[in-house]
């Protein structure tokens, strides 16, 4: 069983499936609104373009639009810049075009944590399995390395041929023994005893 590869489609699984809840949240929760579609006031004392949240926002700017107190500029993504007509036609045309141009930035600020949300607990899964599959490796590593140590400290066995039928009183091993005296245990006395007069 190769445990590795089926971790790894399952968390691979896991992290597609992850991804496309967090994106179907984040495209209800971003849908119609604010950075993609809303409306911005353009404030002249701190130089910025500040979200406006509370309700009626379409019918409270066109009728500040009426009244000449507001200037309205729409752009193609579905937001409206309200402004103050006071600052000039000219002025409130760049501040526009000030607007239009940080519109990814804007986006980004929002989609920033919907990214987080999407890619974090993905890698913390993906790191956990892969610490956890580093140290099981670890101790089947040592293992392997135990058995491979026996192995070749083992005294490989060699079959008797047919041909050699002396091969079972071979003298030529340690002590100059035959493997069956040998077999006795390691007392001299026995080996002397065993060995003389033969």
Known sequence: MNWSKGLWRGWLAAALLWVAVVTAFAFADLHGRHPFAGLYAYSDARDAFLPQHYAADEAVV????????????????????????????????????????????????????????????????????????????????????????????????TAASEDSPKAAFNTRSAGGLPPFIRSLGPDPKRRRVLGSGR
């Open 62 to 157: 066109e009728d500040g639009v009426k009244r000449g107190v507001v200037a309205r500029t729409d752009f193609p993504d579905g937001t409206t810049l309200a402004a103050p007509p006071d600052l000039g036609e000219e002025r409130v045309r760049r501040i526009a075009e000030r607007f239009w141009a940080e519109r990814w930035a804007r986006r980004a600020e929002v989609l920033w944590p919907w990214g987080l949300r999407a890619a974090v607990p993905p890698l913390l899964l993906l790191l956990s399995g892969a610490l956890v599959l580093w140290i099981a490796r670890g101790f089947s590593g040592a293992n392997a390395a135990l058995e491979t140590a026996m192995e070749e400290t083992a005294v490989p066995e």
